[in-house]
């Protein structure tokens, strides 16, 4: 009997062990098989998956890399294998995979679209772009990749292309919420040229409460107001918010004992930073909550000659994970007693100093490590950490009608909202005490409103000379993967600030909200 056969029978075996639910056979079965066959690649990445769902993550890491070693020249097994490695923070590694020579031969457009979307997980937009453009030219035509290309040419600033592919796109039947608010939101309609009309049509097909029936409301909302009809334009984003908080149903008390456990952990003692240098490009982070004008930001430094703009990098929490063993949806002050800082300081360095592409500076923009600081502090004692400050008003209410999907389900509904940005508040609070100097706020209203100045301030405190080019964001070409795609491509200007007055009827219960929290 060849090898072979007992490896297939091998792979059948723990296929339907896993079926039954038997995970601990399942992962023996499959250990026995790369015992006896070390180049099976699709059973490293299910042991891979099965090490990920346990919290195993550097096991989950070791059988990526094994994977990653044993490639046969199949571009699909490529493609699966690059985006393992980039779950698990091995974003070297996938990198080295997506250089195969294979990804060069192949002519299967949908393994050039799964290599694609690794590339855009890895926010390496162009290259991206490029192989959809091949997949584009082998004949690839279906709705979900014209969806994907538009996606991808709305990163790569080709707005005009992607509002012709989600034209096309929706002009094919899918109903799919999601391309119609990215279709709304690429520019500003007008009486003439607007999807109104096809917007109630499809409101009149979806299943009611479903997420597409709340996508729709929103592209309604952002319509209507273009058009100056605010009213129901109003009416079109509570209904929205109201599906989407229906779905998620936030937990106020489960968020708040996190923000506790943060606070509780971070003392000024433990925040002290691990007593080392490091060689090489140096990261700037730039944190706060979504909307607050990070992106704006992150392009008024990634105009400076030394600074790379990386865009939003996963990396540190993904190292974090490695360094806990812990692959947990929230990364906070209770998992940090099993970490060893330096090593996770070094590890993230390891993974993202390429990105800084021959540069001393390069920006990890990510808001949400507002909630890391601290730790970032603690593990990369030279970082520069930027916290983006805006109005309160302004802040909320672009969370509002922002439609983040599942990722922050706080934003859909006003209290919940409220609870959320005070947190926030106490959080950030918390941060200048525990480690005063360390982080430099930066104000939204100024940065618009004084934009060489705030400018000055911030490059001072990053070590850098002011450059005339850095408040010039416009010429800014490059890629981003934003809500504010559009927006961040003009000039600067004042237009978001003081914006929610716009709805200052509706929104009083908010902002009663956010005075009774405090």
């Not at 490695?85 to 990804?103: F, Y």
């Not at 030219?137 to 509002?163: K, M, V, W």
């Not at 593990?379 to 520069?384: D, E, H, I, S, V």
């Amino acid at each position: 009997m060849s090898q072979a056969e007992p490896v297939r029978t091998l792979w059948d075996a723990g296929q339907q062990q896993l079926r039954n639910g038997n995970v601990p056979a399942a992962t023996a079965t499959l250990e026995h098989l790369i015992e006896l066959d070390p180049r099976h690649v699709p059973a490293y990445l299910l042991l891979a998956d099965l090490c990920l769902a346990q919290g195993r993550v550097r096991a989950a890491a070791e059988h990526a890399k094994s994977a990653a070693a044993a490639l046969p020249d199949d571009a699909n097994l490529i493609g699966l294998t690059a985006q393992c490695l980039a779950k698990v923070g091995e974003t070297n590694a996938a990198r080295v995979c997506l250089q195969h020579p294979e990804i060069e031969r192949t002519r299967s457009a949908p393994a050039l679209t799964a290599v694609a979307l690794v590339f855009q997980k890895l926010g390496l937009h162009e290259n991206a772009l490029a192989l959809m453009e091949r997949a584009r030219a082998l004949g690839l035509n279906t709705p979900d990749f014209r969806y994907c290309r538009a996606i991808q040419l709305q990163f790569n600033g080709r707005l005009a292309e992607a509002e012709a592919e989600l034209e096309a796109y929706l002009g094919l039947g899918p109903v799919f919420g999601r391309a119609s608010v990215t279709l709304a939101r690429l520019r500003r309609w007008t009486p003439e040229h607007n999807h109104l009309e096809y917007i109630a049509r499809r409101l009149g097909e979806v299943q009611p409460g479903s997420e597409d029936q709340a996508c729709l409301e929103f592209a309604q909302y952002k319509e209507l107001e273009d058009l100056g009809r605010f009213d129901q334009a109003w009416d079109a984003l509570q209904r929205g918010n109201t599906i989407m908080h229906s779905r998620l149903r936030r937990q106020p008390a489960t968020e708040r004992a996190m923000f506790d456990a943060v606070i509780a952990r971070c003392t000024p003692q433990f925040l002290q930073p691990v007593a080392r240098q490091y060689e090489g490009p140096i990261p700037i982070f730039i944190v706060g909550m979504p909307r607050s004008g990070t992106t704006l930001l992150e392009r008024v430094l990634g105009n400076h000659s030394q600074v790379t703009s990386a865009g939003e990098l996963a990396d540190f929490t993904l190292q974090w994970h490695w360094a806990a063993d812990q692959h947990a949806r929230q990364t906070d002050g209770n998992s940090s007693t099993a970490v060893d800082f330096a090593e996770l300081g070094q590890r993230y360095l390891d993974q993202t100093q390429w990105r800084a592409a021959g540069k001393p500076f390069y920006v990890d923009k990510l808001p949400q490590n507002y909630m890391l600081a601290g730790f970032i502090r603690r593990a990369l004692p030279q970082a520069r950490i930027v916290h983006m400050t805006r109005e309160p008003m302004d802040l909320c209410f672009s969370n509002y009608r922002a439609l983040f999907g599942h990722e922050f389900g706080y934003s859909y509904e006003f209290s919940t909202l409220a609870e959320h940005y005070l947190q926030y508040q106490r959080l950030m609070r918390h941060w200048h005490v525990a480690m005063p100097g360390i982080i430099h706020d930066v104000s939204y209203e100024a940065l618009v409103s004084d934009t060489e100045g705030t400018a000055r301030e911030l490059l001072a405190y990053c070590g850098l000379e002011f450059e005339p080019r850095c408040i010039d964001t416009a010429s800014n070409a490059t890629p981003t993967a934003t809500l504010s795609t559009n927006q961040v491509r003009e000039p600067i200007h004042r237009r978001g600030v003081q914006e929610w007055r716009r709805y200052e009827r509706q929104l009083e219960p908010l902002r009663q909200a956010l005075l009774g929290h405090q």
